[in-house]
């Protein structure tokens, strides 16, 4: 008991550190490896060594953070944004989105969607080492454990390219069912599991032969992210479109386990051994905060109350801290996993998605090569939109959590991102502009959505929306509603823009 409590007494200390901006260079007892790494291998102690990756969606960036004083360091920049990535002879990268890492920590691949590609970068100097270009869509990226292969999801197809780990370039693919969503290694390296974005199949594939051995039923088809832990026994994956995780077997017969009701938008899961035990992190974009179950048992042990939209989730090297993506908050967040509670939250780039924590990325230097400032890419406008009324004309109960909408600066227009909670399941709406803050008068419909089966959508548009919901005149001013049916014929308005 005395040497859990001098742990918990020392991750205090180290906390209180944090907040006083002091250098955190330590070194605790061994606990286990952290994921993706196997339970055998030693923690690496936190350090201004360590680096903090986030790929952002809608300002095409990387951001770098120190997460030893939980600074940003600059971002790397690998595209423009609107309209300069609209020409013909553009050549940036467009929708950053998905990363992974070498076992070496030496390199990160970063997947950006809109623009087909894989880059590798060199974590070091932060310089651009290739660009591998694959086919539609792909979405995430990730290593064997022994750095031969890179596997990258094309969810837009039906296949994972296999990537060679020192030329970059594709070696074979392995068919899947459409839509491969994301793929994670068994910690030894034999097995990689893929599961689906568009199916509702998890395959599991033998690294030394690529051949399918296994088939994991899903819930329901929308798995975005799917982790291992690191003793090699289990595989989380969430389901975003029905607010579930499920747990497998890592080993034959490859059997669900566990399935949990963890929340509308469930996005990303990543593993944490510490002093009691090893725990699940999942990130509920529909009600903005982390949850945390234990792998034992699968209780809940904890809420973690934090920014808009939590996206990306991934450890230190030593399991002290876990760092959340905040997709409609632009900002990275650190938590103890001692204590469970916010320590620090970062300004990033736009609409963070992946984020990975790669111990010892700079063995020497400061690591500030190749970096910009935040700049554009900082910027953003946030919005709030809540019930009409208690209850919507279709019985839809007011939410604890509104809608949050965020207008990412793309120059003279925005992206417009709304994580939209609280509504009919399986039911179409329609974002719109209203002359009224109640949104009573005509609609001019912005987006028509679906929502899933958990009543949440991600819904996105395009145009110079800040100035007329922030800057315009009285009589040109707009108010961004959600209404019910479909573009064409809006029926009731459901949710208002908050005052």
């Not at 747990?247 to 009691?276: M, Q, R, Y």
Request: aromatic share 8%; charged share 15%; glycine share 10%.
């Amino acid at each position: 008991m005395n040497r859990y409590m001098n742990r918990y007494l020392f991750s205090a200390c180290l906390v209180s550190a944090c907040v006083a901006g002091t250098i955190l260079t330590y070194s605790p007892a061994a606990w286990a490896g952290q994921a993706p790494a196997a339970a055998s291998a030693p923690d690496i102690p936190l350090s201004h060594r360590d680096r903090v990756y986030a790929a952002e969606q809608f300002s095409n960036t990387v951001s770098v953070t120190d997460p030893s004083d939980n600074k940003l360091l600059g971002v790397i920049r690998l595209g423009d944004p609107q309209p300069g990535n609209f020409s013909p002879l553009y050549k940036g990268q467009v929708l950053v989105h998905g990363m992974g890492f070498s076992p070496d920590h030496k390199t990160i691949a970063v997947v950006s969607i809109g623009s087909n590609s894989v880059t590798f970068i060199d974590t070091a100097t932060n310089a651009v080492k290739h660009t591998t270009y694959v086919g539609r869509s792909p979405h995430e990226a990730f290593f064997t454990p022994d750095g031969s292969e890179v596997w990258v999801t094309v969810r837009g197809e039906d296949y994972v390219s296999v990537l060679d780990g020192k030329t970059f370039e594709e070696k074979t693919r392995i068919k899947t069912p459409n839509g491969p969503g994301m793929q994670i290694f068994s910690p030894d390296g034999k097995y990689g599991y893929v599961c689906s974005s568009f199916n509702p199949e998890t395959d599991v594939v033998t690294v030394a032969d690529h051949q399918i051995v296994g088939r994991v039923q899903q819930a329901s088809p929308f798995c975005p992210n799917i982790a291992a832990t690191p003793d090699g026994k289990q595989v989380w994956f969430t389901l975003k479109d029905t607010g579930k995780t499920q747990v497998f077997n890592a080993e034959p017969p490859f059997d669900i386990i566990k399935t949990l009701d963890t929340g509308p938008i469930s996005n990303h899961v990543n593993i944490v051994h510490n002093a009691n035990g090893t725990f699940a992190y999942v990130t509920i974009g529909g009600l903005n905060e982390v949850k945390v179950f234990r792998t034992d048992n699968f209780e809940q042990v904890a809420t973690i109350p934090v920014g808009k939209l939590p996206h990306g989730v991934w450890p230190s090297g030593d399991g002290s801290r876990v760092y959340v993506g905040l997709e409609n908050d632009d900002a990275l967040t650190a938590i103890d996993t001692m204590t469970n509670k916010v320590i620090a939250t970062i300004p990033i780039g736009q609409a963070p998605q992946a984020i990975t924590y790669v111990p010892n990325a700079v063995p020497e230097g400061d690591g500030k090569q190749d970096l910009q400032p935040l700049g554009l890419a900082g910027q953003a406008a946030h919005l709030l939109l809540t019930p009409r009324s208690t209850t919507g004309s279709s019985g839809s109960s007011a939410t604890k959590t509104p809608t949050s909408v965020s207008l990412f600066d793309q120059g003279l227009v925005q992206v417009l991102q709304a994580s939209v909670t609280g509504l009919e399941p399986k039911k179409p709406y329609v974002l719109a502009f209203a002359a009224n803050q109640d949104g009573s008068g005509q609609l001019q419909p912005l987006a028509k959505f679906m929502t899933n089966p958990a009543g949440s959508a991600i819904v996105n548009t395009t145009g110079p929306i800040r100035q007329l919901v922030d800057n315009a005149t009285p009589s040109e001013k707009r108010y961004l509603v959600i209404a019910e049916g479909d573009g064409e014929k809006p029926g009731s308005v459901v949710q208002v823009q908050a005052r």
